[in-house]
């Protein structure tokens, strides 16, 4: 059984940075993807960040490109989302979540586990 739990959020001025944290246990992690997604309230949610089961490759969604970093440590089973320069648009919940293979995936569906979210508020 995987575990995604993410940590990191909070409270931040408009222009400010938070790093996500995203612990993985019960699978072994450097064989999967990972990703991060959000969820404003009233709006679908959406694709922000993916890197590959090795961290060679990354994705990023074209609001945050430049503001966004993902990285992950796989000798610590933790993926993390690098924020700066955040908008109050970048209010969210965010998720993290682990893909069903090594590559680089972006559709939600391509993702068999996630966390339980962890609350992003970005104030102007």
């Known amino acids: 059984q995987v575990q995604l739990v993410e940590s990191g959020g909070g409270v931040v001025q408009a222009g400010g940075s938070l790093r996500l944290s995203c612990a993985a246990s019960?699978?072994?992690?450097?064989?999967?993807?990972m990703g991060w997604f959000r969820q404003a309230p009233g709006k679908e949610r959406e694709f922000v960040a993916g890197i590959s089961a090795n961290g060679g490759s990354t994705s990023y969604t074209d609001s945050v490109k430049g503001r966004f970093t993902v990285a992950r440590d796989n000798a610590k089973n933790t993926a993390y989302l690098q924020m700066n320069s955040l908008k109050p648009e970048d209010t969210a919940v965010y998720y993290c979540?682990?893909?069903?293979?090594?590559?680089?995936?972006?559709?939600?569906?391509?993702?068999?586990?996630w966390g339980q979210g962890t609350q992003v508020t970005v104030s102007s």
């Open positions: 979540a682990m893909g069903r293979g090594y590559g680089l995936y972006i559709a939600p569906a391509s993702f068999g586990s």
């Open positions: 019960g699978r072994t992690f450097n064989s999967y993807a």
